[in-house]
Nanobody, 125 residues
Framework: VQLQASGGGLVQAGGSLRLSCAASGRPGSTYVMGWFRQAPGKEREFVSRITLNTEVTSYADSVKGRFTISREMGKNTVFLQMNSLWPEDTAVYYC???????????????????WGQGTQVTVSS
């Protein structure tokens, strides 16, 4: 499975961005897709995830109410709509996918077997 993330950029505080993650290869083997982010000097952290067949979602507390994850099933694409962006949201955002086999929670990066290349999001104050 290959993941291609796009949609990052520079935005002012309070603005919005929409990230996309397109899966190719054997996307039917994936069960959950998610987004993580890594700010300079910090650990990679969970942002959100969606179970593809049920559309069950979860979010980190820091983005709840501001970010929305969704999927377009026919195109094996997942989106992250980010509203009311803060400078603290500045990070490289990575999409990830998992078959669900690994024994970790969905908020742990070790759960995910497949990773995209990352897209930079910069929020200016």
């Amino acid at each position: 499975v290959q993941l291609q993330a796009s949609g990052g950029g520079l935005v002012q505080a309070g603005g919005s961005l929409r990230l996309s993650c397109a899966a190719s290869g054997r996307p039917g083997s994936t069960y959950v897709m998610g987004w993580f982010r890594q700010a300079p000097g910090k650990e990679r952290e969970f942002v959100s995830r969606i179970t593809l067949n049920t559309e069950v979602t979860s979010y980190a507390d820091s983005v709840k109410g501001r970010f929305t994850i969704s999927r377009e099933m026919g195109k094996n694409t997942v989106f992250l709509q980010m509203n009311s962006l803060w400078p603290e949201d500045t990070a490289v955002y990575y999409c990830a996918a998992t078959t669900g086999r690994r024994s970790y929670s969905y908020s742990e990066q070790q759960k995910y077997e497949y990773w995209g290349q990352g897209t930079q999001v910069t929020v200016s104050s």
